[in-house]
């Protein structure tokens, strides 16, 4: 057998400033034929959990492409056109199976469905050529995506540290059915619920008790069950929640399972909504928190999440108005992580190791979707790092992938240690610091660009977790974005 094996992710922020060319993704690590399956074989990814049935199968592989890049604005046509003319074309070349890892919130600025574009594509290449998809919990499903696949299914965790359990799951069913020993059919759905990216935790509800549902699904009989929380900053109509189920040759099992799981979510609409307070009160509770010994006298870090500038979630990673309110109520003992800002960088690293300096540090990002403009923040402090920004994951998300921050420094004012990159990176593991000489456990506070996905990391150390609401394009406050495209009604956008 033939195996066409290939990744195409991106989660796009269509309220994002940042843009999204090939050079994005190559940023991240864009790898191409032979050189995919090197950079992905052996990791904690769908894609190394396919590359390992693959090779037990005896099946001949295939990888054209494995392409990911921070969230951020749309897809420029010319990287799409990249991604999915290598998908096609070694579809076109001929193969048996193909096995997709595929994020499910793509708007390219060719279509606002660039997920379900590649899959209609391939569809119409090779008809009857059996698909496995996995898809990211933040998938906007569409009935063009399930349509031009055999077999999808989405992650379980967020922070998603199940990548590589699901594509062995995705992927044994479609090697079973390959043999003939089974016959996939999928049902799914959807309900008008934009929940909230912060609100959707796997350990918090409302999703822990949807998930705990999916999982009492696939022990009754079906062969995946998946609930997606959606991804509200994408633009989209379908943007939102949804379900999928699979089951072998029994579509009303399938949708019995599915209408289940919508409905529980319907009825726990209200939970998807994050309510926040003003930013200067989450930094004195904070102040606060760590100066009370939590139970035990554990010393470890409080952490500040400054969730509205995530650039895991499109956000520009430069927005300093967190910062600017941490130092003006004078914490101490701070750690940051991680400011993009590529132009402070490198003035840090003609200045040199041990220097002293005076920087406008972030605020180089205006972001009109919000109505803001940029505002840099008038920063001194000494040099005390400067590397290539280059390190591997240590887990559990993404596990053995190599990291690139671009060339790094960072700038120790005193009070807080600020890491400084030339590539926006989310900091959901620990090397973010410990890859600068930091070690994170030993600070008091952490201060993270970050909404979920630092659990992954950071959760087992931190003594308190405040969310801080700062600016930026990944705000959970509806009022500041327009939406143009997204169905109506939905909730909470409407009164549902």
């Known amino acids: 057998m033939r195996f066409v094996i290939a990744m195409m992710k991106h989660e796009t922020n269509t309220f994002s400033p940042i843009a999204t060319p090939w050079a994005r993704f190559r940023e991240w690590g864009a790898h191409i034929g032979d050189d995919a399956r090197r950079a992905y074989e052996n990791t904690g990814m769908p894609m190394g959990a396919y590359l390992e049935l693959a090779r037990e199968a005896g099946a001949d592989i295939v990888t054209p492409i494995a ?60 008809p009857g050529l059996p698909i496995a998809v996995t898809c990211d919990l933040h998938c906007n499903l569409t009935q063009r995506m399930v349509d031009n696949c055999t077999v999808l299914i989405g992650y379980k965790t967020y922070p998603h540290t199940d990548m590589y359990d699901v594509g062995l799951q995705v992927g044994r069913i479609l090697m079973k059915s390959l043999h003939g020993e089974l016959d996939p059919v999928m049902a799914w759905g959807n309900r008008p619920i934009l929940g909230q990216t912060l609100r959707q935790g796997t350990d918090d509800e409302p999703m822990r008790s949807l998930i705990a549902q999916a999982q009492e699904a696939e022990r009754s ?136 300096v005076t920087v406008a540090l972030g605020g180089n990002t205006d972001m009109p979707s919000i109505g803001a403009t940029g505002q840099p923040l008038q920063v001194t402090g000494r040099v005390s790092a400067l590397t290539d920004g280059d390190w591997t994951v240590a887990g559990p998300m993404y596990t053995g992938v190599q990291v690139a921050m671009g060339p790094t420094a960072v700038l120790d004012t005193g009070n807080m240690e600020i890491v400084i990159v030339s590539w926006h990176h989310e900091p959901w593991d620990t090397g973010v610091f410990t890859s600068v000489g930091i070690d994170p456990e030993q600070k008091t506070f952490l201060l993270l660009k970050s909404r979920i996905h630092y659990r992954a990391g950071f959760a087992d150390m931190a003594k308190h977790t405040i969310t801080c609401d700062g600016r930026g394009v990944t705000t959970s406050d509806n009022d500041l974005l327009h939406y143009r495209n997204v169905r109506r009604p939905i909730y909470p956008l409407d009164p549902l």
């Not at 010319?78 to 991604?83: D, F, G, T, V, W």
């Not at 193969?95 to 994020?103: E, I, M, Q």
């Not at 650039?311 to 004078?330: K, Y």
Request: proline share 5%.
């Open 67 to 126: 392409a990911e890049a921070m969230p951020s604005g749309p897809v420029s046509e010319e990287a799409y056109s990249i991604m999915t003319d290598a998908i096609c074309d070694a579809v076109a070349a001929g193969c048996d199976a193909a096995f997709l890892d595929l994020h499910g919130a793509m708007v390219s600025e060719t279509t606002l469905d660039g997920e379900g574009t590649l899959l209609e594509r391939i569809r119409g290449i090779a």
């Open 221 to 356: 009989g079906a062969l995946a069950a998946t609930v997606f929380g959606g991804f509200p900053m994408a633009d989209m109509p379908e943007a939102g929640l949804s379900s999928i189920v699979v089951t072998d040759n029994d579509p009303s099992q399938a949708e019995a399972f599915t209408q289940a799981l919508l409905d529980a979510a319907w009825t726990q609409r209200e939970a998807f909504v994050y309510r926040g307070r003003p930013l200067p009160d989450s930094v004195a509770h904070a102040a606060e928190l760590a100066r009370k010994p939590a139970a035990g006298g554990a010393d470890r870090p409080v952490i500040l999440l400054d969730h509205a500038d995530n650039c895991g979630s499109g956000g520009t990673q430069d927005d300093m108005s967190v910062v600017a309110e941490v130092l003006r109520q004078g914490l101490e003992d701070v750690a940051v992580a991680a400011i993009w800002d590529p132009l402070t960088v490198r003035e840090l690293h003609d200045a040199g190791l041990d220097s002293t």
